[in-house]
């Protein structure tokens, strides 16, 4: 499994909207399976800052170095300090008072819901070995637009004339030429959303979101930390939700950025 199909895997389990997943046995190393609910608080270096993330933070974390999915590790575990470079972690989060999984009441308030009303976001961060380097967001953007029609994808997302929420729209264009069913209409199709740093042609957010008109419809939202970490950042949640992305974007950065040693 190479790093986008292990960075994949991991944004899904994580995410409250698919918490019928769990991992098979055997499939994520020793290391995952006793950081899947941390017991004490996590020390690291994310992105080049030192950081101490709360236990309740610090699901599924992950060091480089650390064993891939499957297997062992061979020797000790070293010490963890915070020079330790972080790779993965994620956590779910109550949106809008940022409120983690750290109390038996919290943990019930979670499952009085279910995916279609849920206040819980799932928050995912990628660093270290795994981070894709700056400018990841528009290579993104770059790839299912102009880079999907050098390549005749059959999905080309396109720009539209309207606006939602401050946020640039694309659609997949194109018509599936053996039902003639439009591509945007397909069960798993979704719609783009892209935010630009004020005066640029920068991405500042990349979002994409189910088009099926149901209650659960959900969103994958990506971002980076405006301060400079070298740090990947995916949020998920309903696209109901979707109207809120800005304050969900600020409110995650600070959460994170909290995590920084001495705060």
Not at 75 to 85: E, I, K, L
Not at 124 to 143: A, K, N, T, W
């Amino acid at each position: 499994m190479n790093r986008l199909s292990i960075a994949s895997a991991f944004l899904v389990l994580i995410s409250p909207l698919c918490h019928a997943v769990d991992f098979e046995p055997g499939f994520q190393s020793r290391e995952m399976a006793a950081h899947q609910y941390a017991t004490s608080d996590a020390v690291g270096d994310l992105g080049g800052v030192p950081v101490t993330i709360p236990k309740h933070f610090a699901s599924y974390l992950e060091y480089d170095n650390d064993p891939g999915w499957g297997k062992r590790r061979t020797g000790p575990t070293p010490p963890r300090t915070h020079a330790s470079r972080i790779r993965s972690f994620g956590f779910d989060v109550r949106y809008p008072d940022m409120q983690g999984l750290s109390s038996p009441l919290l943990v019930e308030d979670q499952k009085s819901y279910t995916i279609f009303n849920t206040p819980w976001i799932g928050v995912s961060v990628i660093s270290g070995d795994f981070y894709s380097g700056d400018g990841f967001l528009d290579r993104i953007l770059y790839q299912d637009t102009e880079g999907a029609r050098k390549r005749a994808s059959s999905t080309i997302y396109e720009q539209q004339k309207d606006k939602y929420a401050g946020l640039t729209i694309f659609h997949i264009i194109g018509v599936d030429e053996n039902t003639g069913t439009p591509n945007r209409e397909y069960r798993n199709a979704r719609d783009l959303f892209v935010a630009y740093h004020k005066g640029t042609m920068r991405a500042k957010a990349v979002i994409y979101c189910s088009n099926r008109n149901i209650p659960s419809a959900g969103c994958k939202h990506m971002f980076s930390l405006d301060n400079g970490q070298k740090a990947e950042v995916t949020v998920r949640y309903r696209r109901e939700d979707l109207k809120k992305w800005n304050s969900i974007q600020e409110s995650v950065s600070k959460l994170i950025l909290g995590f920084k040693d001495g705060h």
